[in-house]
């Protein structure tokens, strides 16, 4: 990183690193290797932004019920609380929680991540302790600057047909508003909380809770990767996906857009979309990219090295539709890649590559791509500025 010129660093700690069993005393051992980290980040210059939650939660906690159960939250609180005063003084920037909807939906929606559930009514109680969760730990990281990481993704519709107009809206409400109005002081989106009545009566929001989920951000982080085309029926024969939660929307690539490795369309319109919209909308004091990149299939030469055009188009791309958006005047403060390495990438195992640097699994040796010297000149061009600092979670 020091070598590329990088001048920040997200990471997340891990949970069960820190607490096996999800309570309790801290395993000092787990502090010790991120308090290794943070020092050899902070002795060459480079920000340590630590995550605190990216999906990795106490079995035990799981085995009690999971994100579900609000005791979790209250749990996520201490675990906060522990690591902040191991790391407080060295760490300037703190994500509570990274795609609280991610870890909520697909884990007890879809069931695509951990734990496997398929039950919206649990995907909406996880939904709700995940950003209490994120309120309860605000009040324990009380040094440095402190914010969250939500995946927003646009919804347009397909066609101005009533029904596609329709499909988008509600698909938008649950993958934006649904996270970004409760902490931003509006409450849970009431035509989204309609549609799930006969599932929920959302019993589990308790008094007080949607106060402490609002508690002000010194920064909202906002991961962007795909734009969503909306429509109202599936299209046998082509590659589409159903939205969780029994919305009655699909999402399609639209013709003749590239795709990545995953299936997402390439469009870096709809990161400048994103970002101004959310500014416009909600107003926080200051955002970071926190997440922006593509996974393709990379092939080395037989040095090992990585010409990845199509990773330095993308990267080039959007790094020019965040700068569209500072143009519009959107507090935009940093912009990390995902990812630094070659790394696991949850329900996709090893399969997708989204490093600027090359991984052999095997050997663990690691070369950079043409992607990374591309952002080491960006950064060197921009003097070490905000708008060029790659990361990815530990």
């Not at 302790?129 to 993704?153: C, P, Q, R, S």
């Not at 649904?178 to 959302?202: A, K, N, Q, W």
């Not at 500072?326 to 949850?346: I, K």
Request: glycine share 10%; net charge negative.
């Amino acid at each position: 990183m020091a070598e590329l010129g990088i001048g920040a660093y997200r990471f997340s700690i891990a949970w069960p690193r820190i607490q096996p069993e999800g309570r309790g005393a801290p395993n000092r051992a787990g502090l010790d290797h991120y308090r290794r980290l943070v020092d050899a980040l902070n002795r060459r210059g480079i920000a340590p932004v630590a995550t605190l939650y990216h999906w990795d939660l106490p079995q035990a906690l799981e085995d009690a019920g999971g994100w579900p159960v609000r005791e979790t939250a209250e749990r996520f609180a201490e675990y906060a609380r522990l690591v902040h005063d191991a790391l407080g003084g060295e760490v300037p920037f703190w994500i509570t929680l990274n795609e609280p909807w991610v870890a909520a939906w697909l884990g007890y929606g879809t069931g695509v991540h951990a734990p496997g559930k398929h039950d919206d009514a649990l995907a909406l109680a996880a939904t709700h302790h995940l950003l209490l969760a994120h309120g309860l730990a605000l009040d324990a990281l009380t040094t440095g600057e402190v914010g969250i990481a939500l995946n927003l993704e646009p919804c347009l519709p397909e066609t101005d047909r009533p029904e596609d107009v329709r499909a988008a809206r509600l698909a938008d409400l649950h993958l934006n508003a649904l996270v970004l109005d409760p902490l931003f002081g509006r409450g849970y989106p009431r035509e989204l909380i309609e549609h799930f009545r006969g599932v929920t009566d959302m019993e589990f929001v308790l008094d007080g809770d949607l106060e402490s989920i609002a508690k002000p951000l010194d920064f909202l982080g906002v991961n962007y990767y795909r734009r969503h085309t909306v429509s109202s029926r599936p299209r046998p024969g082509r590659a589409s996906g159903d939205f969780p939660g029994s919305l009655g929307a699909w999402s399609y690539p639209p013709p003749g857009i590239e795709v990545t490795a995953m299936g997402w369309p390439v469009e870096p319109e709809g990161l400048t979309a994103v970002l101004t919209r959310v500014h416009r909308e909600y107003g926080p004091a200051k955002i970071l990219i926190t997440e922006n990149g593509a996974a393709f299939e990379d092939e080395p030469g037989i040095d090992g090295f990585v010409q990845d055009d199509r990773r330095v188009a993308y990267l080039r791309e959007h790094v020019a539709a965040a700068n569209g958006a500072l143009d519009q005047g959107v507090p935009l403060a940093g912009y990390f890649a995902w990812s630094l390495l070659d790394n696991f990438e949850w329900a996709e195992g090893y399969a997708k590559r989204f490093g600027v640097v090359g991984v052999d699994f095997a050997t663990q040796a690691r070369t950079p791509k043409a992607s990374a010297r591309w952002f080491a000149d960006l950064i060197a061009r921009s003097d070490g500025g905000a708008m060029a600092r790659p990361a990815t979670p530990g």
